[in-house]
């Protein structure tokens, strides 16, 4: 019996001082840092401690280094266009808005593809093409900032994301 308790004992002390007997246990260092999914307002930028749901809107948080989509500026926007090879400018808005018929009207980018928001978030995104740079735009960049962050989550490399949509777009020769 004497023997079987000391057996036991020695179990013990490797479990639970295995450091003391060669035995570590590794933790990670990394801290994940939680941010809300892209939804184009300023909580875009705050850091949470852990996953859960944005208090402010209400989105889902998610781990930052999970959010690779670019950005270009509106008063940058005319140098991208002229600039980008095999490019589709996708505007995420309803059709409706899309054809000018939104209130305000803020317009349309030249030579965009319109595929609204709810098509793209039922699998609508499966017919672009992943090689291309996508740039992404809807009215105030709510909308375009959650697709950017939808394609990228579905293997899309290169999404660019209009910033401030449509409403900042100060320049004519970009639009229809």
Do not use: W
Not at 134 to 141: A, D, G, N
Request: proline residues 3%; glycine residues 10%.
């Amino acid at each position: 019996m004497k023997n079987i308790i000391n057996k036991v004992l020695l179990l013990v002390v490797i479990i639970c001082g295995g450091s003391k007997t060669g035995f570590t246990q590794k933790t990670s260092s990394v801290k994940i840092q939680y941010v809300c999914t892209p939804c184009g307002i300023k909580c875009d930028k705050e850091v949470f401690a852990g996953p859960g749901q944005c208090p402010n809107c209400k989105m889902k948080l998610v781990d930052k280094k999970s959010i690779i989509h670019k950005s270009v500026s509106p008063s940058d926007l005319s140098k991208f266009l002229k600039s980008s090879k095999n490019l589709v400018i996708l505007d995420v808005r309803t059709k409706g808005e899309f054809e000018g018929h939104g209130e305000p009207d803020f317009g349309t980018l030249k030579n965009s593809v319109n595929i609204p928001i709810s098509d793209l978030e039922k699998g609508g995104y499966k017919g672009l093409d992943k090689n291309k740079t996508i740039l992404v735009y809807c009215s105030h960049s709510h909308r375009s900032s959650r697709v950017s962050y939808l394609l990228t989550q579905n293997g899309f490399k290169n999404v660019v994301n209009l910033l401030g949509g449509m409403s900042e777009v100060t320049d004519n020769s970009v639009r229809k």
